[in-house]
């Protein structure tokens, strides 16, 4: 049997996408939460009010002018408010998981649920219990919480205050809220993320059309401190307790050349350094690689470092390496007209697969090279924590009952359980797969519900119409049955 006894089979969220309850439990704002619904054509904007009163509408990372506040437009709808109310039925859906048969549930906490602006001393007690009570349910139904510690929801007090990432000031705030975290719920939690997709912060430029030197200069300086605070907090992690596992987290398409040319391979292979490799050799061996002085470089980046910085990212390297993986992606240096995206890469048309109702590349195989080639190149344990079909479904009422039949996903999910498992008789350390969405949630890229992920299906529409009643789709029963039988049963 390829999978190993003990592999953590499970699903994932993210709080913001999940939970809503954004101004309940003194719960602080965070960007998301003024960022409008989109669709895969039209982009998701966040909303504020000049000192004049007059409503503006802006690019989702555009900075908030002076004398302006963040606010909700009569005219938007906000997705990420209620979400799919998670933080009022996360019972009912661990129970869900739980009879699915999950050993492992990836969730992440809010920031500002704890620390409501992410300046004050001392943590917000009703989030710290809110949270508390979900990992002491999860345990008595035997499921394993795997916490992100950031899940793109840095609070906006904190971009008032400091500015954002570009300001190291940001360290400490993190630093001290997962401090926190870890001293709460020591004993509950044993699997931690630091920072969800963190290179995101580069790939974002090129997905959004390309950035000038100045973009870059940002992203690395943000990244640089970013990468200090991680290593911080694994060193902090393990110092409050040893049984600790602290994991990165990478967004990771496999990136493959257009051609042979070898202009196009050196391309493919700069493309992975500086999406893939820069964030997890930083995280993984605790030390910038040779390359990034090319990649700095090559847009007139100087980092800001401070003395001790280094030391720090070589004293707090992660035990493990953990990945979102959708798609594939294409890199060319020769002209394309047919552009393709999926989970903020962007490249040309894969003429070998076929793409999802999103235009995301369906590459199983891809997961596989992914996994040998990472596990080559880290040689810690891997778990991928991202996976799945964002798609349509449709419900159906037969015998009184609602049902989702999703061929499609199980189709989807199915492939690439097959390339895990071949990738673990290959001789990858694989220790868990937690599928995205495994209850539907509010799209990070378009904000939408309608597309949809989960093995659960959630009643709610792209304008907050819907009961939020959760109905189990035939993907719940099909990935019952693969968790029951270890991997084995697929059928
Ligand atoms: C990753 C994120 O980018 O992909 C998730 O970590 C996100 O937050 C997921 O939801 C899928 O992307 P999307 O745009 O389909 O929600």
Redesign the pocket.
């Known amino acids: 049997m390829a999978f190993p006894e003990g592999f953590l089979w499970g699903g994932a969220v993210?709080a913001g996408?999940y939970e809503g309850g954004w101004n309940e439990g003194g719960r602080g704002p965070c960007r998301m939460d003024y960022t409008t619904g989109g669709t895969r054509t039209s982009p998701r904007y966040v909303t504020y009010e000049l000192a004049d009163g007059t409503p503006v509408k802006a690019g989702r990372e555009a900075a908030l002018p002076a004398g302006a506040r963040w606010a909700s437009l009569g005219d938007c709808y906000y997705p990420n408010q209620v979400a799919v109310d998670g933080y009022h039925r996360w019972r009912e859906d661990v129970d869900l998981f739980a009879e699915m048969g999950f050993k492992v549930f990836r969730m992440s906490i809010g920031w500002s649920r704890l620390y409501p602006t992410g300046l004050e001393a001392e943590p917000n007690r009703a989030g710290i219990e809110f949270y508390r009570e979900m990992f002491e349910y999860m345990r008595e139904k035997g499921i394993e919480p795997l916490v992100t510690l950031m899940?793109?929801d840095t609070p906006l007090g904190l971009e008032a205050a400091c500015g954002g990432w570009e300001n190291r000031a940001l360290i400490d705030h993190f630093v001290r809220f997962c401090t926190t975290c870890f001293m709460e719920y020591k004993g509950l939690v044993h699997y931690w993320l630091t920072i969800?997709?963190i290179n995101?912060l580069l790939s974002l430029i090129d997905f959004f059309g390309g950035g000038d030197d100045a973009a870059y200069q940002r992203a690395y300086q943000q990244l640089h401190h970013q990468f200090v605070a991680s290593a911080k907090a694994v060193q902090v992690g393990h110092a409050i307790d040893q049984d600790n596992q602290i994991g990165c987290m990478i967004?990771s398409a496999a990136t493959y050349p257009h051609t042979c040319d070898p202009a196009d391979i050196l391309a493919a292979e700069h493309k992975r350094q500086e999406n893939a490799y820069y964030c997890g050799d930083v995280q993984v061996f605790g030390a910038y690689p040779t390359y990034a002085k090319r990649l700095w470089d090559a847009h007139n980046a100087h980092i800001a470092m401070e003395p001790g910085d280094l030391d720090d990212l070589a004293a707090g390297t992660v035990d493990f390496y953990t990945f979102?993986y959708?798609n594939s992606n294409v890199v060319t240096t020769h002209e394309v007209t047919d552009t393709v995206g999926g989970?903020?890469q962007v490249g040309a048309r894969n003429e070998y697969l076929t793409y999802s109702d999103?235009g995301w590349a369906m590459d199983p195989m891809g997961l596989q090279w992914q996994l040998e080639v990472l596990y080559d190149r880290y040689q810690v344990p891997l778990m991928v924590v991202?996976n799945?079909l964002?798609a349509f479904d449709e419900v159906v009422e037969e015998d009184g009952e609602k049902r989702i039949h999703d061929p499609y996903r199980i189709d989807y999910l199915r492939q690439h359980v097959r390339a895990m498992e071949t990738a673990i008789a290959n001789g990858v350390d694989l220790r868990g797969y937690t599928p995205?969405?495994c209850v539907d949630?509010?799209?990070?890229?378009?904000g939408e519900m309608r597309?949809r992920?989960g093995f659960v299906y959630v009643d709610m529409d792209d304008e907050g119409k819907g009961t939020l009643d959760r109905y189990r789709k035939d993907s719940f029963w099909w990935y019952q049955r693969c968790i029951a039988s270890n991997g084995a049963e697929l059928d």
């Open positions: 993210s996408q899940h793109f969800n997709e995101n967004a979102s959708y989970n903020f999103w991202e799945g964002g995205w969405g949630l509010v799209s990070m890229g378009t597309k992920y």
